[in-house]
């Protein structure tokens, strides 16, 4: 018998053969059956019940066009959507909703708060419903739901809503709070413009009251009043050149007595040459400065004329001709002096102005570009105040609309109510899937029994396996005693049997009994 147990023989798996290992291994099969249905189904059955519950909020987007009013706010609503979850899940707004909602008791009596608040985190769920656009082929978001899956049906629907809530109070609260940031930003760079731009107007003020007479719009009147100042030096030229001609005339009859009876007085060439001299002087000093060559060749040479004049003696006169009394002579010669003193004093002042008027209208071309230069500061600050100010009134009147709730909102379209049925668990589909896997296992338990069990269980396979023929067949014979010794292991066997079913069943009852974390597992993708 030594020797048959070390033999291993290839059986043919016929239909006959399944019969008759299912005859022999039918109760192990069972038992790998039950134990494995009956844990799964009592699973099934302890698993805590999960609602779900649903709120949904509408965008409503602008009442008024923003061909009107320009809106402050300005994000992308996704993103927009994004920044206030953020918020509604930050740890300061979960906790105080599950303490005013009393939520997750149990929880927080055996663990941490930051526990509890993660798991509420994945207890609710943000979902973006969109269209798509024709023009530009993106997606946009025309409302949303809000989800929230826990244990009580009307605790779970007065979650959902209340999260419904704090995404239209934030929503609220982020735009009105922009609308405010945008106005007092706008009305602080307002303000520093305007100081800059009272600032530039003083320095343009400035500027034409320090340079006045040289702004470029002054050119036309400084020529005027050059040509004006000319006309005024040509005339004192003349007068000057009257009052040399009586001076000459005066001097010439206090140095000689003319007769009374001369029809004419007969000059000299060296008076006449004087006398054109003069002349010729009062026409360059209109046209040139007094340090030009030519004005300073003719003056001397007439002075010199002059000099020679006077160093020469007069000629004696005829007594018998009557004279002007010398007296007379020599005060109209004073009054003239004076007259010419006061001639060339008026000359010097002309040519003075003259000069000013000159260097204002040389000096304009400069003035031009500094004034030109201002102004464009003061131009491109005064576009900056026009911008911002218009700017401003829009943001002003956009939160206006903002506390008037005349712009995009936010709005709860459909409350969460408590569901009549739990989401989770399937427990239909898990006893489904037990028993498929139950019977899977019964059946590969009786097939590795029969691969690990060498013993011959008919003729034929002993015959295969030694290989030598068969003299007579010699059936089991039991006595009394091992018939009762049989029945006894059965009914321990079984009766152990029936006890792991039952601790199996026990243990998958208290292993789902109230464990969450097993049904989000096996529903996970339908929560």
Known sequence: MSHRSTIHVERPMGFHLTIDAWARRKWWAVLVFSAVLGGIA???????????????????????????????????LDTRIQMIREQVMSRARLTELINRLDLYADWRKKAPLDT???????????????????????????????????????MVAIVANALAALYVEENTKIREGQAVRTAEVLKTQLQ???????????????????????LPQQVEANLASLERLNTQLRLNGENQLRAIDRRERL????????????????LSPD????????QELVDLRHRLTAEHPDVVRLAGELQSLEQAAAQTPAPEKDPAISTVP?????????????????????????????????????????????????????EATKDRYDTLLKRYEEAQLAETLEQGRQVERFRVLDQAIAAREPAAPSRLRIVMMGFMLAVALAAVAVLTAEKLNTAFHSLDELREAIGLPTVVRVPLIRSAADIRRRRWRMALAAATAAAGVVLIVAGSHRLARGNEQIVRLMERGHL
């Open 42 to 76: 009592s699973v099934a059955a302890s698993l805590p019940d999960l609602y779900r519950s649903t709120a949904t909020v509408i965008v409503e987007r602008e009442q008024v066009s923003e061909a009107f009013v320009r809106p402050s706010v300005t994000a992308e």
């Open 271 to 278: 008076e006449e040459r004087r006398i054109k001299l003069r």
């Open 192 to 214: 520093d413009v305007k100081q800059a731009l009272d600032a530039q107007e003083r320095r343009t003020s400035d500027f034409k009251l320090s340079h006045a007479g040289e």
């Open 326 to 378: 010398k007296r007379d002579v020599k005060q109209a010669v004073s009054d003239v002096e004076a007259e010419l003193r006061s001639l060339k004093e008026e000359e010097r002042a002309l040519r003075e102005a003259m000069g000013a008027y000159e260097q204002r209208v040389e000096i304009a071309p400069r003035r031009q570009q500094d004034l030109q230069a201002l102004s464009r500061d003061y």
């Open 116 to 154: 509890v608040v993660e798991r509420m985190r994945r207890d609710i769920q943000l979902d973006l419903k969109g269209v798509d656009q024709p023009m530009s082929g993106r997606s946009a978001t025309i409302a949303f739901a809000i989800t929230y899956v826990g244990r009580e049906p009307q």
């Open 251 to 266: 001097e010439k009859e206090l140095a000689e007595t003319a007769p009374r009876s001369e029809p004419a007085t007969v």
